[in-house]
């Protein structure tokens, strides 16, 4: 038999950020499904997934069962995994093993929690939780790696050696999507602003539209019999904004300079009331955030207090001191091969010249070492990087070793979720 | 497959395209026609392999859990192949005894080093993630850990009993560990770590800049080396004169080398007859210079080169000197060689005098507004204007004379050039 590596046993990967769940078979080149961590109920119902959060009903609250990437409601993510496996992926759980992807910072409750739902209300066969940066070192084919993944809510760096975490050397920040966005419109000038703020309406409230020149007044009606919650509205909101700031911000690449950067291509975008506007140097200001968050006022960071100390900080720092912190808690050995193997990965890592940017900030930082930045050249690579980590992990040969049964659940317990998986 | 496409252009002229059409393709008919050929996916009359959902035991584990792959049905049962990638370091252990008796260290405790085996055998021997993970007191260094480990597993190699000695020698040397040295290069490599860009770019500025001196000093060397040649090629002279005929043998003294032993053998009768006759046979005795570089060589050939160059003969002509010796003895042929390079010696020297006193009248030339260094260049400058160049009248007549000229320039020749190269310096 030839052997190359692969053998797929049909497992099932699941990566759940702060926002987004990606799921699908190891071995697969993308994820099946992906749907928003968020759910929709009222007091007898509650709706997961595309028809979810993303579809009106009366009176319906939007809550998140994650929060900081970290499973928050335990009982509604059984649920929407629920829904995942039988709506979405249409599957028997009890004939697939489960890989599940963890933040650094996850805990050993939640870790331990999560084994559990797999092993009690699942009844999967084999189950394995691993950490998302060594997957997405995995992603990008390499063991030895750091990886700063740029997500909805944070910005974490973290190193890998062989595999492995370097607990001492996770560092992260509370800057992601979501502030960049409020730092974009901050950055808009007032009547922009407000001219953006009275367009944000979502099209499930738009009853009918035409279609106008960009700058001019919208025409439009909207759906008079409807009477949204406010966390429908925020959510359908920030969801808008989510879509407006991945299509028209982007990162000068060489740090800021006014005037380059009024020479680049302006870019419009088109609310879904059909108002439209032009953006053109403020589209660079709101990823200024990431680089060097004090100037903006960034939200302060305040940390779980499950989070192990090197983790927290009070103030968001800066990306490349939060780089160099990382590098200077690794051992002196591996710094040079971490420098040199630079993975961003991430929702936010998809925003145009990031990579360059960081490249050259970390040329600043750190001139006496060679510093290469990867990262992956399409945007599913990035966005789902953990999750093709962990499809490619859940379909080698010589990983079913690593599962734990269900007959070593039954009898070892909670102990063995952190014994084998390290 | 080509007479298939052929036959299907064939049918195509023929049935679906138009005459006309078909005219105006002419010779011109398309290279590439999809050929339609309807047994590709035949399977050349072979049934499909059969593959089967089945389930599988992993041997690399313990438990026995039964997972499922598709596995095809003509293969025979193997044990599962990616087993035999579960491998390990294979990191040492101690038994308790083991341990009582010689791993026993006053700054580690048994519960320490048995934590810290634990996480080698955990991790694999990965020392960053080793280091990384330990939590049982701070400030343990990577350095503490791996001499502990190391020096563990030294004790270990040593007291078990092995069938073969090199390889325990072996193992020894590769668990190695050298703390001291360790942690120095860690230090240096934390240094070169810590630089400034400023300290990089002044770092490259001074290599560039050490680069340069290094250059010059090589240059300047090279220069000087060839003034001490020609002078002290006087000096030698001086040396050979008074020594005689016995020095001018040592310069045959390598040419015995091959025959070392012969001289020993000779008989006092032979040594009478060679008295007799003004033979003189190299000796050995005498001290080889470099005899260890010397590759062999026949005589002839070191013979050969003795040729007078064609000036020297010129010059030795107009003093009248033949340049074949009527008689030649050894002693003769000494005198003759030594008045030979004599003449050499001063043709050198002049042709050296002329080079120096050219850069002198031109480093003159510049320094010409710079008044300090007129004052210092003018010393040399009277000196060189007190010795006439002395080669200027070819009168050589014996070695001795020539001698003191020889160590005449040899007390102003090396001040002019050090004299030059400081100036060249500034």
């Keep these: 038999m030839v052997i190359y590596g692969a053998d797929e046993v049909s497992a099932l990967v699941v990566s759940a950020g702060s926002t987004t769940l990606c799921a699908g078979y190891a071995g697969e080149d993308a994820p099946k499904v992906v749907i928003p961590t968020h759910y929709t109920h009222n007091q007898e119902k509650t709706f997961f997934g595309d028809n979810g959060p993303d579809v009106y009903r009366d009176g319906y609250q939007v809550d998140n069962t994650m929060k900081d990437s970290l499973v928050d409601d335990f009982d509604k993510f059984t649920e929407l995994l629920e829904h995942t496996f039988t709506h979405c992926l249409r599957v028997n759980t009890e004939d697939h093993p489960l890989l599940f992807t963890e933040p650094a910072w996850n805990t050993q409750k939640h870790r331990e929690k999560i084994a559990e739902i797999a092993f009690d209300k699942f009844n999967v066969p084999g189950f394995y939780i691993a950490n998302d940066s060594v997957l997405s070192a995995f992603a990008a ?278 014994m084998r998986c390290k | 497959m080509a007479s298939d496409i052929e036959f299907d252009v064939e049918s195509l002229k023929t049935s679906q395209i138009p005459t006309n059409l078909l005219a105006m393709m002419a010779e011109n008919a398309p290279s590439v026609v999809a050929a339609r050929n309807p047994n590709v996916y035949a399977g050349k009359g072979k049934q499909a392999r059969k593959w089967k959902w089945e389930s599988f035991t992993n041997p690399a584990r313990s438990d026995g859990l039964q997972l499922r792959h598709w596995k095809r049905l003509d293969e025979f049962d193997e044990p599962y192949p990616y087993a035999r990638f579960n491998t390990t370091s294979e990191p040492y252990s101690y038994s308790e005894d083991e341990y009582d008796r010689m791993l026993q260290d006053v700054t580690w405790s048994r519960d320490e080093t048995d934590y810290l085996v634990k996480l080698i055998h955990e991790f694999d021997v990965r020392w960053p993630v080793i280091w990384d993970r330990y939590e049982w007191r701070s400030g343990r260094t990577l350095e503490d850990l791996k001499a502990r480990y190391f020096d563990i597993c030294r004790k270990l190699i040593q007291s078990r009993i092995s069938s073969d000695e090199s390889s325990t020698n072996q193992l020894l040397q590769a668990y190695q560990f050298d703390k001291e040295r360790e942690m120095m290069r860690k230090q240096y490599v934390n240094s070169l770590f810590a630089r400034t860009p400023q300290q990089i770019t002044e770092e490259e500025e001074l290599y560039i800049e050490a680069k340069r001196i290094e250059q010059d000093e090589r240059k300047w060397r090279c220069e000087r080396d060839e003034l001490v040649r020609t002078v002290s090629m006087s000096r030698n002279e001086k040396r050979k004169a008074s020594g005689g005929a016995d020095i001018a043998t040592s310069t045959l003294a390598p040419m015995s080398t091959s025959n070392e032993e012969q001289p020993h053998k000779r008989t006092a009768k032979s040594a009478a007859y060679d008295a007799q006759h003004y033979i003189t046979r190299p000796s050995s005795h005498l001290p080889l210079k470099s005899s260890s570089n010397i590759p062999p060589f026949s005589r002839a050939t070191k013979l050969a080169q003795k040729i007078t160059p064609q000036r020297i003969r010129e010059c030795l002509q107009s003093m009248g000197l033949s340049d074949k010796l009527q008689y030649p003895t050894a002693a003769n042929v000494a005198k003759y060689e030594g008045v030979k390079e004599a003449t050499a010696q001063l043709q050198e020297i002049r042709r050296a005098h002329e080079r120096v006193a050219n850069e002198l009248r031109l480093a003159k030339g510049i320094s010409v507004s710079a008044d300090e260094r007129a004052t210092a260049s003018t010393p040399v400058a009277r000196a060189a204007s007190e010795h006439p160049t002395p080669t200027s009248t070819p009168k050589p007549t014996t070695p001795a004379p020539e001698n003191s000229m020889g160590l005449s320039t040899d007390s102003s020749d090396p001040n002019e050039s050090n004299d030059l190269n400081k100036r060249r310096k500034l």
């Design chain 1, 141 to 418: 084919g390499k063991s030895t790696a750091l990886i700063i993944d740029i997500g909805a809510e944070s910005t974490s760096v973290t190193p890998i050696v062989d595999g492995f975490v370097l607990r001492k050397g996770v560092v992260r920040n509370n800057i992601g999507g979501t502030q960049i966005t409020n730092n974009y419109l901050n950055s808009l000038d007032p009547t922009q602003r407000s001219n953006l703020n009275t367009n944000l309406i979502p099209h499930q409230l738009i009853e009918s539209k035409t279609t106008v020149e960009p700058g001019k007044n919208p025409q439009f009606t909207t759906r008079s019999d409807i009477n949204p919650s406010e966390s429908w509205m925020n959510w359908s909101k920030s969801k808008i904004l989510k879509d407006w700031r991945e299509s028209t911000s982007a990162i000068s690449e060489n740090g800021w300079d006014h005037g380059a950067l009024m020479q680049r291509p302006i870019k419009s975008y088109e609310f879904p009331n059909g108002f439209a506007d032009n953006y053109q140097l403020c589209r660079f200001v709101a990823n200024e955030i990431l680089i060097n968050p004090i100037p903006f006022n960034p939200l302060p960071h305040t940390p779980n207090t499950f989070e192990p100390a090197s983790i927290n900080c009070s103030y968001p720092k800066p990306l490349p001191e939060l780089i160099k912190e990382s590098i200077q808690a690794a051992e002196t050995d591996s710094r040079h091969h971490l420098l040199s193997n630079i993975i961003i990965v991430g929702g936010v890592s998809a925003t145009p010249g990031l990579s360059e940017r960081i490249q050259n900030e970390l040329y600043a930082v750190l001139s006496n070492t060679r510093v290469k930045v990867h990262s992956p050249a399409n945007t599913v690579e990035r966005k789902f990087a953990s999750w093709l980590g962990g499809s490619m992990l859940g379909s080698l040969g010589t990983f079913h070793q690593l599962w734990i049964s269900q007959d070593e659940w039954r009898e070892f317990g909670n102990p063995i979720v952190s």
